[in-house]
């Protein structure tokens, strides 16, 4: 094992491996295409673990990252972002090397598509299901007809579909609030998918996020699945139901650099730029930046969560724990932080980890 001396992404290749064999394995089940978020480990060498699972297509989150996995090999991308007009010149560079799909969710980029594509490209419309970030929502027929009848006019475009990310899952306060979500975002793109399947016999309906992924049962009417951060999960995930820790496939290791009794806490060399700031809310009913794990006899143990990041400056890091667990730590010592959320975690990451040794750079290093 590399010495760690610093703060350190560290990845569990088992796991990994078991949560893409078992989203695998569920796609199979309900006929679905597998089209997994690559955004979430934006490695290439990680993406090539999935590839022993039969994965041949994959969501990425911008053109430079399109462009990053193209060069490793990968030939069928969709890039899940609203499409960036100004960039129409790399997308249809990248067109011309690859099947490429992109999103539109006006009528600008539409027209802008229409007239500016030089090469075969596919088209989805993204949709809002509810979680009022970004797309159209599904009752804006007349937005989606005006776009399709520009989508047409485009000789070099081919409408694929339908496509959502229901990120409100994330909000849920229980699995079943998960479950209606995610019923409510399938019922919304199975209507529109029916509405104009005579005109466009081949239309697909694709959706994207973990939490439904991994639970929910009920596909109908779905073609493609991306989820992206199961491959990793997170304390996020472990909050909603989603996933156990066992599943939960990372850690931030952070090395141990003052102790301060008076106030139950301590300080770690670990902070924002590396764990960002998301949160959640602790038992205590404070916001928590991560949970903690240590090591006695070699061994990992979970902290109870009165234990936690507590607060995050830039590169500092506070640890609040209870007197019972204090002289746990000791100046010198590395302990591991479960992330709030992993995608954030590791894009702040140069390079990961393994817990067998092995580094890995990121397409972005």
């Known amino acids: 094992m590399i010495e760690i001396n610093q703060p350190t992404f560290v990845i569990d290749k088992k796991i990994c491996l078991r949560n893409i064999e078992k989203m695998a394995q569920k796609a199979d089940k309900h006929g679905l295409r597998f089209r997994p978020h690559f955004k979430t480990h934006q490695s290439a060498e990680i993406g090539e673990w999935f590839r022993s699972f039969g994965v041949k297509s994959i969501t990425v989150s911008s053109v430079k990252m399109a462009n990053s996995f193209a060069s490793h090999g990968w030939d069928d991308i969709t890039i899940a972002f609203p499409l ?77 579909g339908f496509l959502s990310h229901a990120g409100h899952t994330y909000q849920a306060k229980s699995t079943n609030e998960i479950f209606t979500r995610h019923f409510d975002a399938v019922f919304k793109l199975k209507a529109l998918k029916n509405r104009y399947l005579n005109e466009f016999p081949h239309i697909e309906v694709s959706i994207g996020d973990t939490p439904s992924c991994s639970i929910c049962d009920n ?134 980890l393994t817990t067998e040794g092995e580094v890995i750079r990121t397409v972005h290093s």
Do not use: W
């Not at 992109?102 to 596919?122: D, F, M, Q, S, Y």
């Not at 009417?221 to 996020?236: A, H, K, Q, S, W």
């Not at 507590?310 to 302990?335: A, P, S, Y």
């Not at 959320?341 to 990961?352: D, E, G, I, P, W």
């Open 84 to 160: 960036n007009i100004l960039e129409i010149k790399e997308i249809n560079t990248l067109a011309k090397k690859i099947k490429l799909n992109v999103l539109v969710e006006n009528r600008e980029a539409a027209e802008v598509l229409t007239k500016k594509t030089t090469n075969p490209l596919g088209v989805y419309i993204k949709i809002d299901t509810g979680f009022n970030r970004s797309g159209i929502a599904a009752s804006e027929t007349g937005s989606i007809l005006y776009i399709l009848n520009s989508l047409t006019e485009g000789k070099h475009l081919e409408f694929k």
């Open 219 to 352: 596909f109908d009417g779905v073609d493609e699945i991306r989820p992206g951060n199961f491959v990793f999960y997170d304390l996020m995930q472990q909050n909603l139901g989603v996933c156990t820790f066992n599943d939960i496939a990372v850690r931030l290791v952070v090395p141990v650099v003052g102790k301060y009794i008076s106030r139950n806490e301590i300080v770690i060399y670990g902070g924002a730029v590396h764990l960002s700031k998301e949160s959640i809310v602790n038992i205590n009913g404070k916001p928590m930046f991560g949970r903690i794990v240590i090591r006695k006899n070699n061994e990992p143990v979970l902290l109870e969560p009165l234990n936690y990041v507590h607060q995050l400056f830039q590169e500092h890091g506070i640890l609040k724990v209870t007197q019972r667990d204090f002289n746990n730590f000791q100046v010198g010592d590395l302990v591991e932080i479960i992330p709030v959320h992993s995608c954030l975690t590791a894009n702040l990451a140069k390079s990961y």
